[in-house]
């Protein structure tokens, strides 16, 4: 069964700084990974995903991630956030079906001005 | 405009009752979700359909049930709602492009049981 972990429920950090939110995943095979933002009263968003090649993957908003098997992570980092990436950032994991999309609990980011 | 809409945004019903949710995609996709996401924004996959077939159904109460009457539609009945179904009910869609399909979400329908 595959499954993420994501340790940091809560991140606050200042506008301006850098933001790295931690993933762990656990899956048999090849994993796809995903990372997606959900604001306020709103859905879901992807902000980047990976499967193969270079491990870090740029997405968007100036988000990159970094993979790696040796560590089974998938981590997220910003260099300079804005008080607009105050959200809730979701690391998730799929089967290679791709029907079944295991989220981890999420981490709160708050930004302040 | 192409997205997933959902409605109601807000639903307050009693222990018991029935409640359906609708879901609809305007981005021509083949699949569609509904997710449960709790008060702690933990997200579980509860079903999923490929162009009205149901591909993943997930351990759910049976008085969950998925109606899939065109592949941009998926609407969500519970029977009999309980206190424990309040949640966010998330509906989502995706190219069935296999593992690495992005999935767009619609804003989600908020239940509250009292």
């Known amino acids: 069964a595959q499954s993420v972990t994501q340790p940091d429920a809560r991140v606050t950090v200042s506008e301006g700084a850098s933001l790295q939110l931690r993933c762990k995943y656990s899956?048999?095979?090849?994993?796809?990974l995903f990372w997606y933002v959900q604001y306020p009263r709103q859905g879901l968003q992807m902000l980047l995903k990976y499967y193969s090649g270079d491990p870090v993957v740029q997405g968007v908003n100036g988000f990159e991630a970094e993979f790696s098997k040796s560590d089974s992570s998938f981590h997220l980092r910003k260099a300079s956030v804005h008080w607009s990436d105050s959200a809730v950032y979701f690391c998730a994991v799929t089967n290679s079906a791709g029907n079944k999309l295991t989220f981890g609990i999420g981490t709160r980011v708050l930004v302040r001005p | 405009e192409t997205a997933v809409f959902q409605t109601p945004n807000y639903h307050v019903t009693q222990v018991g009752n029935e409640v359906s949710f609708n879901c609809k995609q305007t981005l021509g996709h083949d699949t569609m979700y509904w997710y449960k996401q709790d008060s702690k924004k933990l997200l579980k996959i509860m079903f999923s359909y490929n162009n009205k077939q149901l591909i993943v159904n997930e351990t759910v109460p049976r008085r969950f049930s998925p109606q899939s009457s065109d592949k941009a539609h998926l609407n969500l009945r519970i029977k009999s709602v309980e206190p424990e179904d309040s949640a966010v009910y998330l509906c989502a869609s995706s190219d069935w492009g296999g593992a690495y399909a992005e999935q767009f979400f619609g804003p989600g329908t908020r239940l509250t049981v009292l």
């Open positions: 899956y048999s095979a090849t994993p796809y």
